[in-house]
């Protein structure tokens, strides 16, 4: 087991070295990139959080503050586990995976739109410009759905990629 990873870090290279699927490659790639994008948001938004309310006394504004935290890690958590479930299963070696691999690789891009459409439906409506292009109607639907419902396809992409990993191991 000279080839085993060594944790979190260990994983990201250890799947790229171990997979066969070119679109898992290239996932691990972009999710790397967005996971690193997305935890320097969250923890520059954390800390100005913690400063806009370190002049109060705990209660709401701890709960607030850890809500932070926990929001963070359940945009994270799906953007790392299709890296970190397939250098499991090679690292168990549970068979030829290329068809695991490429199936939770897609499933993270979609993660990754979901964001991003979750994303353009919670933009508040003071800042929301003119849809214009091919993707005008759709951006226009978008806008027009509560902010709320922004937390839907994320949620949904996240279900998506569980329930991929469960069908395919």
């Not at 080839?3 to 790639?29: C, E, H, Q, W």
């Not at 935890?39 to 520059?44: A, P």
């Not at 799906?78 to 995976?97: C, I």
Request: proline letters at 6%.
């Amino acid at each position: 087991m000279t080839d085993d990873y060594g944790g979190l870090i260990g994983a990201f290279p250890y799947a790229f070295r171990a997979s066969d699927s070119l679109l898992f490659r290239s996932y691990i790639v972009v999710g790397t990139v967005a996971t690193a994008a997305v935890s320097l948001l969250f923890v520059t938004a954390l800390v100005g959080v913690i400063a806009a309310t370190s002049g109060g006394r705990g209660g709401s504004l701890t709960l607030s503050r850890s809500f932070f935290a926990v929001v963070g890690l359940f945009v994270v958590v799906p953007l790392v586990a299709p890296v970190l479930l397939v250098a499991r299963r090679h690292r168990r070696a549970d068979g030829h995976a290329t068809r695991y691999d490429t199936a939770l690789a897609a499933t993270g891009y979609l993660f990754l739109l979901s964001l991003y459409v979750g994303l353009v439906i919670s933009v508040p409506p003071a800042q929301q410009t003119t849809p214009t292009g091919v993707l005008a109607p759709a951006v226009a639907v978008l806008y027009a759905l509560p902010q709320l419902a922004g937390v839907a396809p994320p949620l949904l992409a996240a279900t998506v990629e569980l329930g991929c990993h469960r069908l395919l191991r």
